[in-house]
């Protein structure tokens, strides 16, 4: 029989319990070391850890993933030696750099290279790394821990680190005198298997580069869909739209209704508690379809300030929707946004099939027309689907 765990693609694990996460701050000589690094500590915890509104301006990541998951996913602070914030400040007696080679035994960046004397640092405060490593690592090699953790090629990783604890290393910006070290003030430099980012990240690249340790791909590498996480659209006031309803499928955080014949199916908006969206099978066993519902509240503000709001129909392909992308030079999109249907009467098809004589998608095999039927009180809508 037919059930949702076929559609996964994936052997990513579903992401319902927190994850430890430690927050390391480096400082560099060309940074801003006027301020005191325990002001630093608690203000950073707060922005990452806290709780707090969207209204007053007091938000925090983990606000962001509470509402996102439906209340099931949120990070934990690593608590080390007495330390109550869950951030570790270090004050490094150098320059920033973003040099490569320096040190035979490590051939990428040099504050990766810094890094591993921060976590030998730690180990000897009572950082237990095998929460932070995958079988097969050698936990006694820091350069070897931090290798695997620097694993640029994304669609190659491997998919144990995704059940691991989380590292988020912040750092000054690269050539700056002075760093603001305002935590709501914080580009994107480079991430790895760790999230990572500069003190003038802004709020929406914090979130989506710790997206990325639970495993989820960069949709703009596919093309630019703004009404996702992983686009590369950000906004000043709120950060960044939730993410696309594929991730939150399969971290457990809805459980979608499969549709397989001609009905009226019942959304509900990406921020209410009610939110269920539907998959659409298609004569392909590894490509279908995913509606839901998407109205710019809470923190999907930037679905209202580009205007798409509406019915967002989604096309996944299992070529390149697998965990480790093996396919990442295929021209086919793995997680494509076929249309946003925005008012009453407009209509989608997804009569899409895969040849695989030839590997191309054609619109020939009969698929379902999706269409937007009416708007309920209760601030959901009613949609066709029509096989």
Known sequence: MFTVEDLYFTDLPQQVEPAKLLVLVLNYNNGSNEADPREVEQLWSDLIFGTGTLEDGTASVNDYYREMSGDRFYFQPVLLDGNSTGVYSFSLDKDYSDEQGLHPEWPFFEFNYDMMGVFEGLVQRGLVLDDFVAPGVNQDNYSQVLIDYFDAAQWDRNSQWYATSKVLCIFPTYNFENVDWTPLSFGLDQFTLYAHINFDSSWGTIVHELAHTLGAIDVYQFGSYDSDLMSSYSSEKYGAAHINPFYKIIYGWTTPEVVTHSSVVTLYPSTSDQYQPAILTTADPDQYFIVEYRTGE???????????????????????????????????????????????????????????????????????TVTYMAENSDGSVDVRIEF
């Open 298 to 368: 809470g923190f999907d503000a930037p679905v209202g300030e580009l205007g798409l709001e509406g019915v967002h129909v989604w096309r996944i392909d299992k070529l390149g929707c697998e965990a480790i992308y093996p396919n990442h030079d295929n021209p086919r999109k793995g997680i494509s946004l076929e249309g946003i249907l925005s008012s009453v009467g407009q209509s989608v098809s997804t009569r899409y099939y895969k040849d695989r004589k030839n590997l191309r998608i054609t619109k020939e095999t009969p698929g379902a």
